[in-house]
C-alpha cells in the first residue's frame, strides 16, 4: 500500500502573509522527498499557476490545479480539477477572502490547516480575527483538524519579531515554523523553485532544515478529511469556490 492521501491548506484572512510562498516551498520539500504532489491554486490572483509555469523541467514535479481558471468548453470541471495518478500530498493555496460557504468546502477537503503570519501589527490583528472566525467555524467544530501557524518573513531579535513572539505565545495554536525574511524567497519564486532546490546558496541552505521540521510536524498529524475515505476524495475535484470581492473591501 502506497503512502495515504494527505491534503494540508495554506490560508490566511489576509493577503501578503506569505501564502504562496508557503504553499509552493511546501509543494517542493514534498516532491524532493519522493512524495507525488498537487498544488492547487484556489486563489484568483492565481500566484501559484504562474510559479509553476515558471518551474524547470528538470526538477521533482509539481502538478498544478488551477481552480479558478476556466476550462475549455468540452471539459467538467470534475474532469479539470481531478488529482494526477500517484498523488499523495495536495497542498491547496488558499484565497484570502474565504469566508463561510468557500471556508467550509476548504475545510472539508482538509487534514492540515497551515496559517502563514507576518510580524506586524496589522497582520497580527487580522490573523487574531481569522483564526477565531476559523477555530469557531461550523465545519470544523463538526470536524477539528490540526492547525499550525508559521511565522513567516522573520527578521530574529528585533522589535516586530518580539512581538508576534509575544502574540504566538497566548495562541492556543502552535507556531509550527518560522522562516526568515530572506530574498532567496523572491529568488527561487521568480524561478519556479523551492529553497530546498538551491542547495548551491547558502540563504537558502540556512532555511531548509525549518521546511524538513514543517514536513515531519504535519505528516505527525493524525488523519482527519482522507480518513473518511481517501479513494472518494482522490476522486473528488477541489472546489473551486467562487470568485470573491478585492481585498479592499476587507477592513484594515
Known sequence: MGPQLRRILVINGKGGC???????????????????VALVDNDPQESSAYWADQRPADLPPVHLLATHRRGNMYQTSVFQNRLPPGVDRVIIDGHSNARDRDLELL???????????????????AASRFITDMLTHRAFRAAPRPVGVIANRVQPNTETHAKLSHFLACLEVPTVATFRDSPVYMEAAEQGKGVVDMLESRAARKETAAWWELLRWIDEQPKTASDRGSQSLRNRPLAAGRRVPSEQTLRA
Open 107 to 125: 475545510l472539508k477537503q482538509t487534514d492540515v490547516v497551515l496559517l502563514p503570519l507576518q510580524p506586524s501589527s496589522i497582520d497580527i490583528q
Open 18 to 36: 506569505g501564502k504562496t510562498t508557503v504553499a509552493t516551498n511546501l509543494a517542493v520539500a514534498y516532491a524532493k522527498a519522493g512524495h507525488g
